[in-house]
């Protein structure tokens, strides 16, 4: 997976009316496989990030875990898991959605954030990131972030 660009959007926007992220991945060969390909990947995943047993999803709480382990795409795997890591940070927020950005494997995952700093921090750094984040998020006057959450 490469992380291609995040642009934040605080405020209303054409996905919600609260501020999200918009984070655009290539998922390379996985965009087109599911969860429940991979031999304990499910398994390994919920070991690491407990919290994903109760992730609503589908219309309930645990809903999330029954769609790993029947197969779901790696899009929807991102969303949840950078919704997870958001929750470990201490902003936790429940909104995601991913849609898959023309034919290829390139998937738009828009996340519900508290803090756009903390956007930036949970993703990895092997593509160009947070290209829109600069242009697109407005900082306080104290180098903070106007939501004031992240200190």
């Known amino acids: ?8 959007f605080e405020g209303r926007n054409i996905y919600a009316h609260f501020p999200v992220s918009k984070i655009t991945v290539d998922l390379g060969h996985l965009a087109h496989r599911e969860s429940s390909e991979y031999e304990g990947f499910v398994e ?3 070991k690491l990030l407990p919290g994903l047993r109760e992730h609503q999803c589908s219309g309930h ?6 769609r790993l382990r029947s197969g779901t ?7 949840h898991v ?12 429940n909104f995601g959605q991913t ?9 738009a995952v828009v ?4 803090c756009p700093e903390v956007v930036a921090t949970l993703w990895p750094r092997d593509g160009p990131v947070c290209q829109g984040a600069k242009s697109t998020a407005r900082r306080a006057p104290s180098a903070r972030w106007a939501c004031g959450v992240c200190r």
């Open 1 to 8: 997976m490469k992380v291609l660009d995040i642009k934040i």
């Open 44 to 46: 390994r995943l919920v």
């Open 61 to 66: 709480a645990g809903g999330f875990a029954l």
């Open 73 to 79: 795409y790696f899009g929807h795997v991102v969303e």
């Open 82 to 93: 950078f919704l997870e890591l958001q929750a470990l940070s201490g902003v936790a927020k």
């Open 99 to 107: 849609r898959q950005v023309g034919e290829g494997s390139v998937y």
């Open 111 to 114: 996340v519900e954030h508290v």
